[in-house]
C-alpha cells in the first residue's frame, strides 16, 4: 500500500510541470518564435539567412548612370579621328617629306648619268622618311637610290646585282615602249585625286603593254589610290581606293 501511495504522490507532482510547459510553447507559437514545440535548434538555425547587407548590395548592382568601359578601337589621331594602321602610318610620314617625288627622282638620275626612272617608292621611318628610287642604264641595268625626303640628298647608288641577261633585256625594251612620262603619269592620277604622290612604279599589264602605278594619298582622310595608267597613252586602266 505505501508503494501505491508514492506512485500517486510522483503523479501529482509531473501533472503540473507537463501543463506549464504547454503554456510555454503555446505563447512561443503565437509570437511567432518558434517552428514547433520541443524542435531541434540546430534544424532551425540551418534554414534561417543572415539579413542582406544593403550597401554590399548597392555595389553589387551596377549604376545606371556609370559610363560603360570603352572598348579598343583602331588608333585614333589627336583629332579624334579613327585610323586605320596603314592610314595612321602614311599620317605619320607624309606632313614630313619636304621633297616632293619629282625632285627626289632627279636626284636619284644624277647619281647614275643617262640612266632612265623605273620607280620611286615613299620609305620610313616615321622620323625621317626617305625615298628609294630605281633607275636604269640604257641596257636595262637597274641601279636603286635612297633620297633623303627632307634634305633631297641622294645616297651611292647601288646596281642591282640579281638581274640576269633577260631581265636586263626585258626592262630595257619596256622603257623604249613607255612614251609617257613618270610626271604626265603622275599629273593624270593627281588630276583624279587630289593628294601627294607616294609611290611610281613602271610595270607591264596583262598583253605586255607597258603601264605606270601611281599611288596618291588623300591628307583628308588619309586613304590612298592608285591609278594603273597605260605608259603609251596616258589613259587610266584601273583606279583603287584603299581604305585600310
Known amino acids: 500500500m505505501a508503494i501505491k501511495s508514492n506512485d500517486a504522490v510522483v503523479r501529482r507532482r ?8 504547454g ?8 509570437g511567432g518564435l518558434l517552428t514547433g514545440c520541443g524542435g531541434d535548434d540546430k534544424a532551425d538555425t540551418a534554414t534561417k539567412s ?14 545606371p548612370t556609370s559610363p560603360s568601359p570603352a572598348s579598343p ?14 592610314q595612321a602610318e602614311r599620317k605619320a610620314i ?5 621633297v616632293g617625288y619629282d625632285k627626289a627622282l632627279d636626284a636619284a638620275l644624277k647619281a647614275v648619268p643617262g640612266a632612265k626612272p623605273v620607280s620611286i617608292d615613299l620609305k620610313g621611318p616615321r622620323d625621317h622618311p626617305t625615298w628609294k628610287a630605281e633607275v636604269a642604264s640604257a641596257d636595262g641595268t637597274g641601279h636603286t637610290v635612297r633620297v633623303d625626303a627632307v634634305t633631297g640628298k ?16 626585258e626592262l630595257a ?9 613618270v610626271q604626265q603619269a603622275a599629273k593624270a592620277a593627281t588630276d583624279r585625286t587630289k593628294g601627294t604622290v607616294t609611290s611610281v612604279d613602271l610595270g607591264d599589264t596583262d598583253q605586255g603593254t607597258p603601264k605606270w602605278s601611281v599611288d596618291v594619298v588623300d591628307t583628308s582622310d ?20 584603299d581604305r585600310d
Open 14 to 21: 509531473r501533472l503540473p510541470v507537463a501543463r506549464a510547459l
Open 154 to 169: 641622294a645616297g651611292q647608288a647601288r646596281t642591282d646585282a640579281d638581274q640576269d641577261s633577260d631581265d636586263k633585256r
Open 50 to 63: 543572415p539579413p542582406a547587407d544593403p550597401l554590399r548590395a548597392a555595389a553589387a548592382s551596377p549604376s
Open 73 to 86: 578601337s583602331s588608333p585614333a589621331s589627336a583629332g579624334g579621328e579613327n585610323l586605320t594602321e596603314d
Open 23 to 30: 503554456v510555454v510553447c503555446a505563447v512561443a507559437a503565437a
Open 173 to 181: 625594251d619596256r622603257l623604249k615602249k613607255a612614251t609617257v612620262t
Open 222 to 241: 588619309w586613304n590612298k589610290t592608285t591609278y594603273d595608267i597605260d605608259a603609251t597613252d596616258r589613259k587610266i586602266l584601273r583606279e583603287h581606293v
Open 94 to 98: 607624309v606632313p614630313k617629306v619636304k
